[in-house]
């Protein structure tokens, strides 16, 4: 059985347009595996938040709650990008993802990422930003990039 290690975190403002779930693996994937993210609701459940095959994604096992708020990249068996976007966030999104490359029912290759959607700062309604933790598994270092958000000329000016 698959299991994934380290938990790759990754953090995001509740209201941010999308969050990057990060999964890069090699680019030889077998053109008949499937890609299926999950959400995990407990230690046995997980629901479909995206399954892709090679000749297209499958919205019909996408439960309700993700459909029309993800997008994976083309063709992650010719690049090994298996990451996944998820669009109009929500605090409730928060929680384990996992992805895994299946073929007959076999699991050749997973990532586990925790996302954690924070509510807005409490700062005048203005959010942090983005940060994004990656962990390196070649070295297990820790690389984190913090993204500010773009204030509105107005903001800008209201606070020199």
Known sequence: RFRSRPVLPVEVEEGAWSA???????????QDARVVWGYRINDRKYIHVHVSE???AQPGEQDDRYRNRTKMNEDP????DCSLTLNDLQQDDSGTYVCVVIRDEV???GKTVELKVKGQSSDAGQRSGVSLSSVSSADRSQITYQVLPIREEAEAEAAV
């Open 107 to 109: 699991t050749l290759r």
């Open 20 to 30: 990057l779930l990060p999964f890069r693996t090699t680019p030889d994937l077998p």
């Open 77 to 80: 068996w010719t690049t090994g």
């Open 54 to 56: 090679k000749k297209s």
